[in-house]
Nanobody, 127 residues
Framework: QVQLVESGGGLVQPGGSLRLSCAASALTISRYDMGWFRQAPGKEREFVSASAWNTDYTGYADSAKGRFTISRDNAKNTVYLQMNNLKPEDTAVYYC????????????????????WGQGTQVTVSS
């Protein structure tokens, strides 16, 4: 069955960087939009970033713009989230997700548009 496995989380000081990875199996990411979402303690899960399957288009939450970069390596069937200048408010469990989308439809930040989810990786930003 489809598996999305996140890795790369951990404890980092404010201002530091982390690169999250999401390796997919039984799913070809080149045919799916790939997204990153996060859930902080006591909060709802929220959109962070997404990468379109059929264009170079990427989208970011305002909180991620200028600091986070999503990328994908279709040959490795893996998507990444490079996170720089991390802040304590970035502390959360980060989830990778894959969503099918018709070519003419817009890239979505809505969780309902992503049908496959990983188990998440913890990111803690603290001094």
């Amino acid at each position: 069955q489809v598996q999305l496995v996140e890795s790369g989380g951990g404890l980092v000081q404010p201002g530091g960087s982390l690169r999250l990875s999401c390796a997919a199996s039984a799913l070809t990411i080149s045919r799916y939009d790939m997204g990153w979402f996060r859930q902080a303690p006591g909060k709802e899960r929220e959109f962070v970033s997404a990468s379109a399957w059929n264009t170079d288009y990427t989208g970011y939450a305002d909180s991620a713009k200028g600091r986070f970069t999503i990328s994908r390596d279709n040959a490795k069937n893996t998507v990444y989230l490079q996170m720089n200048n991390l802040k304590p408010e970035d502390t959360a469990v980060y989830y990778c997700a894959a969503g099918a989308r018709r070519p003419a439809a817009p890239l979505s930040a809505a969780q309902s548009k992503y049908g496959y989810w990983g188990q998440g990786t913890q990111v803690t930003v603290s001094s």
